[in-house]
């Protein structure tokens, strides 16, 4: 084979290239930003106009040049997509994006650090660090200063209960749990306690964890959503009774349908009268601590001894980025490390930190830590403070606005989320206000002017506003009950 001196590959590009393209794109993203909030939120049957467009047929044999992929996936993207950084997107948890977020995407992908340990990422490992650091800050945890805490950024808030309650698991049964699983000791009696409130994360934990759904005890709720503590003690005391080991109870900062925060102090104080693991999903609702008004509810969280947060979502950093925080770290090393022959030892007296990849799932680990670590540098703890309590004055002034229409219920407000339903009053059925409402969801959403979402509370079909959005206006929300009522009026 004949040699070729400095052949161009396919996926290389020089400097000038680079930077053409580089520019040509940023313009495009700059556009899509600039005018985001005059767009519909979405286009009906965008995944079959995608499909289409993107064909069926195998891989071509020959690559296609550079700028005209990035012209055609980028209009794609720009006019196809469900677009949950406009200003009235407020569906499910999503965080809006922000552009220092995208930016630091580009630079952390450029460096592709693979942060698995401080030999081969020691500026992403140590950026990793601090941000984590000042994660636990803007949350207040832990409130002891004495505390050996720390954590790790993984993929999302699945991810991050999940890692929390492994470390539990051994922290709990010690270290035959990694070598005999749940065949000893008293694993297989284990309970946790969570309300039906609590999200979806919880069965596929406990189902990876071997203990099975069947180890959930779930407790009722008041009538604000939150984890009734009368019932949550009669629950522990009735499990020890019969023999079953009280293992964790799993609160909610901000349960997904309401906003709901459960009594976190309380809880507290109950795990340490029965030596119980505490552990908080703050996923979407725990970066309210930073907002001075909620500091009274979240006090608590400074007092679990895990918390997983999702920074792709209130702190309006870019998919995906979680992180679960321990209050003694070590957990995690006890739960995750195993000696290898090929990566550097790790830990002791003159060596490098504890590799992430002895803290955590994740052997190769991108560099998502660059993005959030831009994100809070960038906006600092009273810019978070400022940013998420406009969310939640916004969802309390939606609120107030939904009790003034007669046509419309108010069911709940809880932190930034909203829910209520439309009902004219001579409707008397759940089911066929059930089904109205639904209706009117699917119009609102098709009409691409706003896209809530929904929940089911108490067997009633409600509309959802969850405002985790920084470009989300008075008028934004101030326009939305009317569209509810006159979508529903011509419905009914």
Not at 31 to 59: Q, S
Not at 322 to 349: I, K, Q, S, W
Request: aromatic share 8%.
């Amino acid at each position: 084979m004949k040699n070729i001196e400095n052949p161009k590959v396919p996926l290389d590009m020089g400097a000038e290239e680079f930077r053409e393209q580089g520019h040509m794109l940023v313009d495009k993203i700059a556009d899509f930003l600039e005018d985001l909030g005059e767009r519909n939120v979405h286009t009906p049957e965008a995944a079959k106009t995608a499909h289409e467009a993107l064909g069926t047929g195998c891989l071509p044999s020959g690559g296609t040049k550079a700028s005209e992929v990035i012209a055609e996936i980028s209009d794609l993207l720009m006019e196809q997509s469900l677009f949950n950084g406009h200003p009235r997107f407020w569906g499910y948890v999503n965080g809006s994006a922000s552009p220092i977020g995208a930016l630091g995407d580009l630079l952390g992908s450029s460096i592709n650090a693979n942060v698995c340990t401080w030999t081969v990422a020691p500026v992403a490992s140590e950026i990793e660090r601090q941000a984590v650091d000042w994660i636990g800050d803007l949350l207040n945890f832990p409130n002891d200063p004495s505390c050996n805490s720390g954590g790790i950024l993984v993929s999302g808030g699945t991810m991050a209960n999940i890692t929390g309650l492994l470390a539990a698991r051994r922290a709990r049964f010690g270290p035959e749990v990694r070598t005999k699983g749940l065949c000893q000791g008293d694993a297989s009696k284990a309970k946790f306690y969570a309300t039906s409130e609590t999200h979806a994360w919880l069965e596929k934990a406990l189902d990876i964890m071997g203990f099975g759904e069947d180890a959930i005890h779930r407790v009722a709720s008041n009538d604000d959503f939150q984890m009734d503590i009368g019932d949550l003690k009669r629950c522990i005391d009735g499990d020890l009774k019969q023999g079953y080991l009280p293992f964790a109870v799993i609160a909610s900062a901000g349960t997904v349908s309401t906003g709901a925060i459960d009594p976190l102090n309380d809880i507290s104080r109950i795990c340490k009268q029965n030596n119980m693991w505490f552990h908080i999903d703050g996923a979407y609702g725990a970066v309210a601590a930073c907002v001075p008004e909620m500091l009274g509810e979240l006090s608590g969280i400074g007092l679990a001894d895990s918390v997983a947060m999702d920074a792709h979502k209130w702190l309006y950093v870019p998919f995906e980025a979680g992180c679960v925080l321990l209050r003694n770290r070590e957990h995690l090393t006890d739960a995750f490390a195993h000696e290898t022959t090929y990566y550097p030892p790790t830990g002791g007296e003159n060596s490098l930190p504890i590799a992430y990849r002895d803290q955590g799932i994740q052997t190769s680990r991108g560099f998502r830590a660059l993005k959030v670590w831009m994100c809070l540098k960038t906006a600092g703890k009273d810019g978070y403070a400022s940013m998420i309590g406009n969310n939640i004055r916004l969802a309390e002034r939606l609120y107030a606005n939904i009790k003034k229409m007669p046509e419309l219920e108010a069911i709940s407000q809880g932190l930034s989320i909203v829910t209520f339903r439309y009902n004219p009053g001579d409707i008397k059925d759940d089911s066929q206000l059930n089904q109205l409402n639904k209706e009117i969801l699917i119009m609102l959403q098709a009409e691409g002017w706003a896209y809530p979402s929904h929940a089911n509370v108490d067997g009633k079909y409600l509309i959802r506003v969850c405002i985790t959005n920084f470009r989300t206006t008075d008028q934004d929300v101030d326009g939305l009950p009317q569209k509810v009522i006159t979508i529903g009026n011509n419905l009914s």
